[in-house]
């Protein structure tokens, strides 16, 4: 930046610029099947979700609903309960005092009363475990990566929705087992003509308090 307002903290880590969005915590609590959010989200990009379930289950479908300037929750197939965070790259009037900051373009990038998430991690580099048949002819691929599951760090599902590539033009179901007896993720494809390659990233954040 040439002027404006920057903040680095004592690791050389820009955490406050008057040019770029922080990833914001506009929404979070406790998820028990689908959610509705208070009121929609603006931003045009879909929020990114993340979720920190209560127990081992597993992850498919995911969604994010709504569309461009309106998103309206979330949902996922798995069940289970947790917490969640819904966040973007933009910022809400919430402070009664404090600080504020806008970029060139008047749009609200930074309000001292909205709280921020910072990424902690990322998995992007999977290990194949092993594979099987499914009782309706198709083949679960298995992969795991060295990466806890107690820190208590939350794992964006945005991706979880995606189908994959299969070795033809058939693409492949993508699932997610968050496993606390193994303190580890594993995730797997479904399908006719899925390999036993895995390119799909998983972030990590947690909400700054």
């Keep these: 930046m040439s002027f404006g307002l920057r903040f680095i903290n004592n690791s050389d880590v820009v955490v406050l610029d008057s040019e770029f969005s922080r990833?914001?915590?506009?929404?979070?609590?406790?998820?028990?099947?689908?959610?509705?959010?208070?009121?929609?989200?603006?931003?045009?990009?879909?929020?990114?979700?993340?979720i920190r379930?209560?127990?081992?289950?597993?992850?498919?479908?995911?969604r994010i609903n709504g569309?461009?300037?309106?998103?309206?929750?979330?949902?996922?197939?798995g069940g289970g309960t947790g917490k969640y965070f819904a966040a973007a790259f933009q910022s809400v009037p919430t402070a009664q005092y404090g600080i504020r900051l806008w970029d060139?373009?008047?749009?609200?990038?930074?309000?001292s009363g909205t709280p921020c998430a910072q990424f902690t991690r990322t998995i992007s580099a999977w290990s194949y475990i092993g594979s099987g048949q499914t009782g309706q002819g198709t083949y679960q691929i298995n992969f795991t990566a060295v990466s806890p599951l107690n820190t208590g760090d939350y794992m964006m599902i945005?991706?979880?929705?995606?189908?994959v590539s299969g070795a033809s033009m058939r693409a492949a179901k993508l699932?997610?087992?968050?496993?606390?007896?193994?303190?580890?993720?594993?995730?797997?494809t479904i399908g006719a003509t899925n390999v036993t390659s895995l390119f799909v990233p998983v972030l990590f954040a947690k909400p700054v308090v």
Excluded: H
């Excluded at 060139?104 to 309000?111: E, G, Q, R, T």
């Design 175 to 188: 699932y997610c087992l968050w496993d606390y007896s193994a303190n580890r993720i594993v995730m797997y």
């Design 158 to 163: 945005n991706n979880i929705g995606m189908d």
């Design 53 to 62: 379930p209560n127990a081992s289950f597993t992850l498919s479908y995911a």
């Design 104 to 111: 060139a373009n008047s749009k609200l990038i930074f309000d």
């Design 67 to 77: 569309s461009a300037g309106n998103w309206t929750g979330f949902s996922f197939l």
């Design 23 to 50: 990833l914001v915590v506009l929404y979070k609590g406790d998820y028990n099947g689908p959610i509705n959010f208070p009121a929609p989200i603006t931003s045009q990009e879909p929020p990114l979700v993340f």
